[in-house]
């Protein structure tokens, strides 16, 4: 490569930082083998255009219950003269993508768009390869993408059901529960979840073994309002079939695992709480999975049974207050909370 090319890359560059600072831009660089190379960092709309060049994060992530910041990225890199979509998942969990060809002009691809791709743990390749259909002609192309953690092709399949979220001797009150009058789990995401009425700083187990693959615990303040609604602290754990369970509200600093731990059916993940959109001290427990909607890439909620010894496995009753120990009955009465 001579000097004339290096500085050429050297401007390109430069000017790509700017436009990563600024949130997005447009400008036309010659590049060898590349005539008259076009591309728009369109980090504020989703969407890049591009021919040449590379967008570190331009995509969105829809995963609803966000917390510290999931480290995957997907971006567009020249390679052999092509362009590769590259996916980087550096963390525990797969990851979801779904990619949507917008625009093209002379474009050929070793794949169908749009599509949707499971990015496993750990993992770094390319999802799609684009390049020119006919080589005397500029490259062009405008896609959109988002992603969510998780497995689209999970298939939940519990092998010996859930156990309670609490320690053994200790009752607690359904507040919201399928079934029952849903005042806040009205949306497809928390069709199935449960509120599980408890006070402030009871100790949360895990239902099911699994891996801790999120998490948050920096947040102290809870209320109905809709500006706390990504302000739960939790802690999410993929299991063996793909899906994933979410213990949410729970109390600042309250979270006793840390990222990748391994944890074992009955084990201590953290202490309860009421951060985030709450009326009050309760653990929020959902197990979900992604799924393609007519809106793209959404998290859909999954229902449950939980299991007690000397009893067939069941839903839990909104109103009921459910003891943990053998042999207990499943359907109670007590107080309920919204």
């Known amino acids: 490569m001579n000097s004339s090319c290096h500085e050429k890359i050297a401007i390109y560059l430069m000017l790509a930082a700017c436009c990563l600072v600024l949130g997005g831009c447009a400008f036309n660089l010659p590049f060898s083998g590349f005539s008259e190379s076009r591309v728009r960092l369109g980090l504020l709309t989703n969407r890049i255009d591009t021919s040449f060049g590379d967008s570190p994060k331009a995509v969105k992530d829809v995963t609803d219950v966000q917390g510290r910041g999931y480290d995957f990225v997907f971006y567009p890199i020249a390679e052999d003269g092509q362009i590769c979509l590259t996916a980087h998942n550096r963390r525990e969990a797969p ?6 060809m ?26 799609a390869r684009i390049h020119r259909l006919y080589k005397d002609r500029d490259l062009g192309f405008q896609y959109s993408s988002s992603w969510m953690i998780g497995d689209l092709n999970a298939r ?37 979840a449960i509120d599980f009425s408890m006070p402030l700083g009871t100790t949360v187990l895990a239902a099911r073994s699994g891996t801790v693959v999120n998490l948050e615990d920096s947040f102290g303040v809870g209320a109905i309002d809709k500006v706390y609604a990504d ?15 979410t213990y949410a509200h729970l109390a ?3 979270v006793k695992v840390r990222l990748g ?15 985030g959109f709450s009326s009050g001290p309760h653990l929020h427990f959902v197990v979900w999975r992604p799924e393609k909607g007519w809106k793209g890439l959404e998290q859909v909620s999954l229902p449950v049974d939980f299991c ?23 359907i109670g009465t007590g107080t309920t909370s919204p």
């Not at 990851?95 to 949507?100: I, P, Y």
Request: some cysteine; proline content about 9%; hydrophobic content about 30%.
């Open 95 to 100: 990851v979801t993508v779904s990619v949507e």
């Open 102 to 127: 917008t625009r093209e002009d002379n474009v050929a691809t070793d794949r169908s768009f749009p599509f949707e791709y499971v990015v496993p743990p750990n993992t770094k390749l390319c999802i």
């Open 156 to 192: 939940h399949n519990p092998q010996g059901g859930y156990r309670l979220p609490w320690q053994r001797g200790e009752s607690y009150p359904v507040g919201q529960a399928y079934g029952g009058p849903l005042t806040t789990h009205t949306d497809r995401s928390s069709q199935y």
């Open 231 to 245: 302000k739960a602290n939790f802690v999410d754990v993929l299991h063996n079939d793909g899906t994933i369970a």
């Open 252 to 254: 600042e600093h309250g």
């Open 261 to 275: 731990q391994m944890v074992s059916v009955g084990e201590k993940l953290g202490i309860s709480g009421s951060s």
């Open 308 to 330: 007690m010894e000397g009893l067939p496995c069941a839903p839990v009753i909104y109103g009921a207050t459910i003891p943990n120990r053998p042999g207990a009955a499943k």
